[in-house]
């Protein structure tokens, strides 16, 4: 390996011991007779230092060269300083120029220059280098981490869906055309039919992270058209049970990223807070706290000035939505045995957006081919979806994250292009 330490590995107890970094060339200072180099690795940035009359001259010469992004290698030793970043700075013995800088750079990484988001997503692979975007992915990881890390304590199986399908998933029209062979197909819009077969193939609890699509002509900062989704999905289960799974995932995923990202948020100028639990309110109960200040007929969905004026009013950062209007979710969510209006659909919300819904699912064939056709579809469509349910088909549901949407809400962003990494949208498609 190029190197022997990252930025974050090197303490000031490491006096006079041999390092060798790897990383980008932040900034340069030259103060006459000493030149300072600030190198950047993907944990943090370390202070080289060269002393003029006593480096080598051709070391002098290539330093002296360096401008910003260059990629470098250099030996050194590690010189405790009080007065030095982080209490050390790197006496180098000798430094490597592996990646020189042949054109512009089309955006300034050190942040003092500030870019419009699309010329920075224009140069995602430079906007990666900076600060926040490096944070944003970090506290996304560990989200992701802490999402596998809780579902396989809980004895879940992870699995993987395809995303070419022959039909809506979802009952909805805004797919995007893929010519499979002779045959038409399209890219998922979500992995639901294949959890709740793998539900039904004896799977009993499982999870995936996959890519969907969807082709709709948004433009806005909240939508993608292609997003990560973090699905789980149970048998033996309803509703309540899937809210059970989804509260000690989703408080996983905040402790976890309190104790492990506290420098990342501290980047982003946010903070995130641990929950012990989650309150669950009905559609209905909602709707009554909305009252008067807002006006929505029973049925209709929540408009995003809502969504954002809940917290608030309900005087909780985080919480679920429950017993939908069946009309307004999908067409497997499952009727209220007593009240059809009503469905054992729930939404999990946090700081005044939706990141994860989730439901308990219709399991018999004939209720299933009811809803499909009381939105219009045609349950020939679905037959081989529909067929799983004709041989032991047990009670079940399962809920998805979007991972975009969850980060966002984590870091404090106000457009979900911050929170993927290379993201498409209605206009684009590079890089």
Not at 119 to 127: G, H, M, N
Not at 382 to 409: C, K, N
Request: glycine letters at 6%; aromatic letters at 8%; a negative charge.
């Amino acid at each position: 390996m190029m190197r022997t330490h990252y930025r974050a590995q090197i303490t000031p107890d490491m006096d006079s011991q041999s390092v060798k970094l790897a990383g980008w060339v932040h900034e340069t200072r030259d103060l006459g007779g000493i030149l300072f180099i600030v190198l950047r690795d993907k944990t943090g940035l370390a202070q080289v230092i060269l002393k003029k009359k006593e480096v080598p001259a051709d070391m002098l010469a290539a330093a002296e060269k360096l401008v910003k992004e260059t990629a470098i290698v250099l030996d050194g030793k590690v010189k405790a300083s009080k007065q030095a970043p982080g209490g050390f700075e790197i006496v180098p013995t000798s430094l490597q120029v592996v990646g020189p800088v042949l054109k512009k750079v089309p955006l300034d990484v050190t942040g003092k220059v500030p870019a419009e988001i699309d010329t920075r997503l224009d140069a995602r692979f430079i906007d990666l280098r900076r600060a926040q975007p490096a944070a944003i992915f970090r506290i996304r990881a560990a989200a992701q981490t802490a999402f596998r890390e809780k579902l396989l304590e809980l004895q879940f199986q992870e699995i993987n869906p395809p995303t070419i399908v022959s039909a809506s998933t979802e009952g909805g029209s805004d797919l995007f055309h893929v010519q499979y062979f002779e045959k038409d197909a399209f890219l998922a819009q979500s992995p639901q039919l294949y959890k709740q077969l793998a539900v039904m193939g004896g799977m009993d609890k499982v999870f995936m992270t996959v890519p969907v699509f969807r082709a709709e002509k948004h433009n806005t900062v909240m939508h993608l058209n292609e997003v990560t989704q973090m699905d789980a999905e149970l048998g033996f289960a309803d509703d309540s049970d899937g809210m059970d799974v989804l509260e000690s995932v989703f408080l996983h995923i905040l402790q976890k990223v309190h104790d492990n990202c506290q420098d990342d948020l501290k980047t982003l100028e946010t903070t995130v807070t641990p929950h012990s639990k989650l309150k669950r309110f009905t559609y209905d109960q909602v709707l009554d706290t909305l009252k008067p200040k807002y006006e929505l007929e029973w049925g209709q969905d929540f408009s995003k000035e809502m969504e954002h004026a809940m917290p608030e009013l309900l005087g909780q950062e985080a919480f679920f939505i429950t017993d939908w209007p069946t009309a307004v979710r999908a067409f497997y969510s499952m009727p209220h045995e007593n009240e059809p209006k009503k469905c054992k659909a729930y939404d999990l919300m946090y700081r005044g957006l939706e990141i994860s819904s989730g439901a308990q699912r219709i399991h018999q064939p004939e209720l299933l081919e009811k809803a499909l056709r009381a939105r219009g579809l045609d349950p020939e469509d679905f037959e081989s979806y529909i067929d799983a349910f004709r041989y032991g088909a047990v009670p079940h549901a399962g809920w998805s994250i979007g991972s975009e949407r969850l980060t966002m809400q984590l870091t404090g962003q106000k457009n979900i292009r911050e929170c993927a990494l290379f993201p498409r949208d209605r206009h684009r498609l590079l890089p």
